[in-house]
């Protein structure tokens, strides 16, 4: 078969409705750079970032877990969504208190005020577990990361270098 060009506006099945295959299976269909395919419910990208360095707040307010700690990302759509994970682990030092853990999107609370994991009591270490599916409605680049506070004392993360992770996955709407 000889290579060419198929230029045409629509295609549609010979019934105007169905699935139409492009390509066969165990075959590769490349898409040059700029071309946009839609992909509703689809991963359209990933970024992530760890930090293993331990870093702590006495802070009744809010504040940035660190800067390793963050990532960027720039949707493609204003329809798409952002889906946030973060793991790691936190320590609280104080008895009768809470440290409490949150995702913002730039200088936005996108979790509750009362955070999104609390960890609560003297010489606890525990699993930070967060996610959250942002509406950003935005193509700006957009910073996640978690931020944390005490109700008393020091609260740590990543006690004794154990390693946390962000990830922010764009889903196609």
Do not use: C, H, W
């Amino acid at each position: 078969m000889a290579n060419g060009i198929l230029k045409v506006g629509d295609i549609q099945t010979s019934s105007g409705s169905g699935t139409i295959n492009i390509g066969q299976s165990g075959e590769t269909v490349n898409f040059p750079s700029g071309v946009t395919v839609s992909g509703a419910g689809k991963v359209l990208q990933v970024v992530s970032a760890n930090d293993n360095t331990e870093r702590s707040t006495s802070s009744t307010s809010y504040v940035t877990a660190s800067n390793t700690l963050s990532i960027n990302i720039t949707p493609s759509s204003t329809s798409s969504k952002i889906f946030i994970t973060l793991t790691g682990n936190g320590y609280i030092e104080t008895d009768n208190k809470f440290g409490k853990f949150t995702l913002y999107r730039d200088s936005t609370n996108i979790g509750v005020a009362a955070g999104l994991v609390n960890l609560y009591d003297i010489s606890y270490t525990g699993s930070l577990a967060m996610s959250i599916l942002d509406s950003p409605s935005s193509t700006s680049q957009l910073t996640y990361q978690m931020y944390f506070l005490s109700t008393g004392g020091n609260v740590i993360i990543n006690p004794n270098g154990a390693k946390s992770t962000i990830t922010a996955f764009e889903i196609g709407a």
